[in-house]
């Protein structure tokens, strides 16, 4: 690294646990850092994942009392799905190539970021699923296969994912919008895990941006949380929303 880097690094990754905190989508920030670092981009995929895994963690932590009875009758499978899924995800990764994975970003991030953009109304379809019913057998066995390829997702890239698990989950039946948050959060940090054990052994993670950026986003991610009363999430949204839709030009326009 240059000089300049561990500060850039240091603050992408302050910014991005803090934007976790608050409204997700710190992955937009702390991914891109890596790359403009010069970092290969599946390791700068594999340091990202590590990096940010504080605050999904801290936030399963947060959400243990959340869970409802629905939402543990239907945890043991999607945890299954998620830890098949993370594995499958993180192995496709390792074995795409380079340049193809580096003329995949732009995609991948704008991809990201419309789902990203498209959450609210996502989620007031997620909330009107309290006037229904729960979902019929087909619906659930679909359920668990998309919940194996959102895993795949997750340990492939993972960014602008929390919108599709809400979804899925709402899909599944599931109405409190708590204990399908605490769901969420679990299901994603497990898969996260799941890639990150992947990722060590096979070495392609870079340690110390890693740890550098681990304790950065930690900092952030509780600071975010402290001040998240007084900030305003839809701004931030809008913020997360601006650097994803200016990442992706950027890397569309660069490669």
Not at 107 to 133: D, E, V, Y
Not at 174 to 193: F, P, R
């Amino acid at each position: 690294m240059s000089f300049g880097h561990p500060i850039f690094l240091f603050f992408a990754a302050f910014v991005g646990g803090a934007v976790n905190s608050v409204a997700g989508g710190g992955s937009f920030i702390s991914f891109p850092a890596l790359l403009f670092t010069g970092m290969a981009p599946i390791a700068a995929n594999a340091t990202n994942t590590l990096a940010l895994m504080p605050g999904t963690l801290s936030s399963a932590v947060a959400y243990r009392n959340k869970f409802t009875p629905e939402a543990r009758r239907l945890l043991f499978p999607l945890l299954v799905s998620g830890v098949i899924g993370g594995l499958i995800g993180a192995r496709i990764l390792l074995r795409t190539p380079q340049s193809t994975f580096l003329h995949i970003v732009p995609w991948l991030l704008l991809g990201a970021t419309l789902l990203f953009l498209m959450g609210g109304r996502i989620t007031g379809f997620i909330r009107s699923r309290a006037s229904h019913g729960t979902g019929s057998r087909i619906l659930t066995v679909v359920g668990f296969v998309l919940a194996l390829l959102l895993a795949i997702y997750i340990g492939y890239f993972g960014a602008g994912v929390g919108i599709l698990v809400l979804s899925l989950l709402a899909l599944l039946g599931m109405e409190d919008i708590h204990a399908m948050n605490g769901v969420k959060v679990l299901l994603v940090s497990l898969v996260n895990c799941v890639a990150i054990v992947t990722f060590i052994f096979a070495r392609v993670i870079v340690w110390p941006q890693a740890l550098l950026m681990l304790v950065g986003s930690s900092v952030g991610g509780y600071g975010g949380a402290y001040y998240a009363q007084k900030m305003n999430p839809q701004h931030v949204r809008w913020f997360v929303i601006l650097v994803g839709f200016g990442m992706s030009t950027y890397f569309f326009i660069r490669y």
